[in-house]
């Protein structure tokens, strides 16, 4: 079994940083994509930024240039670094592995940023 663990989500004025992490811990034994998700309560999930297992990285278009993701495979992490944060990147935001030939999923993290 895999968990993982979200934090970093917060109240924000809009301008503002942000640094999401997530931790995999479990029987794992390599990770292959990692990836940040977002989701509004009625609204599908969407993907906001995502890592390959050898660092290639590809983002929503909503976010490119302000978000960065970035993983340390020691520490069975990835990172969403969110700059200049607008009213609309309000939304549950969910960190996503593939391992084990399956997917996992944390269990979300607000982040609310104020106009």
């Known amino acids: 079994q895999v968990q993982l663990v979200e934090s970093g989500g917060g109240l924000v004025q809009a301008g503002g940083s942000l640094r999401l992490s997530c931790v995999a811990s479990?029987?794992?034994?390599?990770?292959?994509?990692m990836g940040w998700y977002r989701q509004a309560p009625g609204k599908q999930r969407d993907m906001v930024a995502a890592?390959?297992?050898?660092?290639?990285?590809n983002y929503a278009g909503s976010v490119r240039g302000r978000f960065t993701i970035s993983r340390d495979n020691a520490k069975n992490t990835v990172y969403l670094q969110m700059n200049s944060l607008k009213p609309e990147d309000t939304d549950v935001y969910y960190c996503r592995m593939e391992t084990n030939y399956m997917y996992y999923w944390g269990q979300g993290t607000q982040v609310t940023v104020s106009s």
């Open positions: 479990g029987s794992i034994f390599s990770i292959n994509d």
């Open positions: 890592i390959s297992a050898g660092g290639r990285a």
